[in-house]
């Protein structure tokens, strides 16, 4: 047994321990405590990093990424467009970012499982294919959330957001241009009409809400 003073000087031995090593000891926020996800919930996270930088910048949101969850044998996963599309198990998803966030149709009866799973079917074909740097609307390449409208809008038609053009974000942040002059050139080389979907254009879809918290 530790006495209590010895334990209280030997916590702050730890902690600047910690900060002369560098942020050696991470201490993490716990996210949201939810009810247990479900097929076809779509989570939410701050990847971080040069992209996730420009994307915060551009939208105003701490949601730079995001993924649909489905279940397989019992164990929750998320299909998600990273380099490449892939499949990661929800707990990994969740423990790489100190922000999580989790919505689910208001409606369920909007879309039915068969139908849900149709989509999902079509979001499990494009495992493996490239990330889309570029933020294209073909299917050739795939980023975050763009997969995750269609993954929706190919089970029964339902959109659930308009997408958007370039010009409706913001552009003039130093983040986003220097992303949009590293893929583009000039921020001039923009595609003007190319449809545009953010993760923070769906967390504020009107057809979604938050997973009840326990």
């Known amino acids: 047994m530790i006495e209590g003073g010895m334990r209280k000087h030997l916590l702050i031995l730890l902690l600047i321990t910690g900060t002369a090593l560098g942020g050696f000891f991470v201490f993490k926020k716990r996210g949201p405590n939810y009810e247990r996800l479900q097929t076809g919930d779509i989570v939410f996270q701050d990847t971080g990093g040069e992209q996730g930088e420009a994307v915060e910048a551009a939208t105003g949101s701490k949601f730079t990424h995001c ?62 294919k490239d990330y889309d740097p570029l933020f294209q609307w073909d299917d050739e390449t795939l980023y975050c959330s763009e997969l995750v409208w269609k993954v929706y809008e190919k089970s029964t038609g339902l959109k659930l957001c308009e997408p958007r053009t370039f010009q409706s974000y913001v552009l003039d942040q130093p983040a986003v241009r220097r992303v949009i002059e590293q893929r583009y050139g000039d921020i001039g080389k923009l595609p003007a009409n190319e449809p545009v979907v953010a993760p923070s254009d769906l967390a504020a879809s009107p057809l979604l809400k938050e997973v009840p918290r326990r």
């Open 67 to 128: 993924g649909v969850v489905f279940e397989q044998n019992g164990t929750l996963y998320v299909l998600e467009a990273v380099q490449p599309v892939s499949v990661v198990k929800l707990s990994q998803f969740r423990g790489r970012s100190q922000v999580f966030h989790a919505r689910r149709l208001k409606d369920p009866g909007k879309i039915d499982v068969p139908a849900l799973a149709k989509g999902l079917a079509w979001g499990r074909k494009q495992i493996g």
